[in-house]
């Protein structure tokens, strides 16, 4: 009886005493929650004779199915949206505490594309007569094409610009396949589907050398040429100072009109306070772009709403929130649809394509949401190949003029092991009810009818993504097919084709949208909503996404998206409309 006693006694301290950690637990989840969600509406005060500054010490997205934020990153920057950024550069135009812009970035994670809003931005904002001024320590390529529009460049004595041009490197499997016995059976249309090329070659072939080479000129001739006419430097000589490496070298920088002066940064901080008459014992007052963000307020006089949806990610099948995922984003196209308050929509594409299944089904909802309302598109960084299919349905598409557009191609790809096992004493044999029911094997390749009928599927894809194309672009089959084939274009390149309407930023494509709904005052709606606390609790805990962070952290980002494309089964599921690469301008 006295062991009973014991036992039980020992049984219920034990229960107490997790009753009493879980509401604990649940009481530090609570104040988490609300610390977290206070933190995300502070106000800040703005004071008068501010300088707005850019530092941008976090990333710029386009979406928040973008972000790797978790609930448990205390103490981190949130990262920024591009709309809200473009906004609160708009509202420094007429905002009279805010005397001047100072660009402040070494480095910054956004899209080129993302960069050129954000120059337009500030080239609207220099409009109003208040000044734009940038400072850099180690400035990268992209850092000094955002502040070449500035009206001063300053930079440290022993600082430089990595000002060097573009290029890119492709990298070949085919001897290494071979070597060790790894079967690539290829099926594509296009000869500039160049996604499988690295499979298929040991060396880049001459379409796809053509297509990269006038892409990479495309996009550095658009970004030179917004430097030199900001910097009032002439081709001949910005070409010299790029192919010399001028910006590595800190006085030639200023000799050859790349910068304004060399200066440390508290001398930087005084110019500034002289601009603002302010004395030099006194506080230099700036507020960052992030916590100017928070002071953006919506329109209480009207229910009217524009709707930018961003597709932004690859596209899957399935349900997940990042990336594009179709059934997450039919229901969004239809809620959409559904909205009354929404007299208009913009589809935000950053995307490089991915399963044509999944593409067929979005662009399928999108064409109903634009029988009954407005539907106009907005590429960003890539609309591309599944990026470019799912914009087939919009009354008017505009483009950056450096995105990576068209890919009108389809491919599919498989891998098996059968000369690896084999060499290896690893074999295997079938037994089946009919002649092609092991369509697929990794260790015995594909089934003798696998081949001709994918082949069959990847045409069939191919003429249907064409149509689309013609019926969108009302051109006749042979026009598009001329320019399709898998081609990939810059968006300049794509408006002189005939791919796209008009070379504009989002907030172009925002207004157009407006005004073709014949509405003024409006609010804008992003889709999709950012997760609640709750949600990025759970996923914040699940194991998959723990995983994720931990190999990205251990491989870097750039490396874990390559891991991706080979570890992730979406990715090899069914007929692709993917682009054959990315390029990121560093």
Known sequence: FKIMKIFIKNVF?????????????????????????????????IRNNSVLALNFKTNILEAYTESEESLFDFGKEKDLLLIDVLEAIKKAKTDDKIKGISIEVGDFSAGITQVDDIRAALEDFKKTGKFVYAYGNNMSQKAYYLASVADKIYVNPVGMVELKGLATEVTFFKEFADKYGIGVDVIRH??????????????????????LSTLLNDIWGNMSDKIQKSRKIDAASFKTSVDSLHGFIPNLLVKNKLADQLIQKSEYDDILKKLLKIKEDKELKKVSISKYIN?????????????????????????????????????????????ENVKAVVLRVNSPGGSGNASDEILFELQQLQKKKPLIVSFG??????????????????????????????????TNFKDLANRNGIRSDIVSTNANSQIYSPLSGPANATIPVLTRSVEHTYKRFVYFVTQNRKKSFEQIDAVG??????????????????????????????????????????????????????????EDEIAAKVITKKIGKDNYEIFQKITNPKLSNGVQMSLPYQIKIK
């Not at 990026?387 to 009108?408: F, Q, R």
Request: net charge negative; hydrophobic share 40%.
């Open 190 to 211: 296009g000869k500039f589907k160049a996604a499988v090329e690295p499979f298929m070659r040991n060396d880049i072939s001459p379409e796809n050398k053509e297509q």
């Open 381 to 414: 960084d890539y609309a591309a190949s599944g990026g470019y299919y799912i914009s087939m349905a919009a009354d008017k598409i505009y483009s950056e003029p450096n995105t990576l557009t068209g890919s009108i191609g389809v491919f599919g790809m498989i």
């Open 295 to 339: 002071t953006l307020e919506e329109n209480d006089e009207t229910d009217n709403k524009v709707a930018v949806l961003y597709a932004a990610g690859e596209i899957f099948n399935g349900n997940d929130y990042n990336n594009i995922h179709s059934e997450k984003y039919v229901k969004y196209i239809k809620e959409l649809k559904d909205n």
């Open 485 to 542: 084939g898998g081609r990939v274009w810059s968006g300049a390149r794509a408006k002189q084709l005939g791919l796209v309407d008009e070379l504009g930023t989002l907030q172009q494509a925002i207004n157009y949208a407006a005004e073709k709904a014949k509405i003024k005052e409006y609010n804008i709606d992003n889709y999709p909503k950012k997760m609640d606390k709750f949600e990025q609790f759970f996923k914040s805990t699940d």
């Open 13 to 45: 301290a034990n229960i107490v005493a997790i009753l009493i950690l879980g509401m604990v637990f649940f009481g530090l989840f609570a104040l988490m929650m609300i610390a977290s969600a206070a933190s995300d509406k502070q106000v800040p005060d």
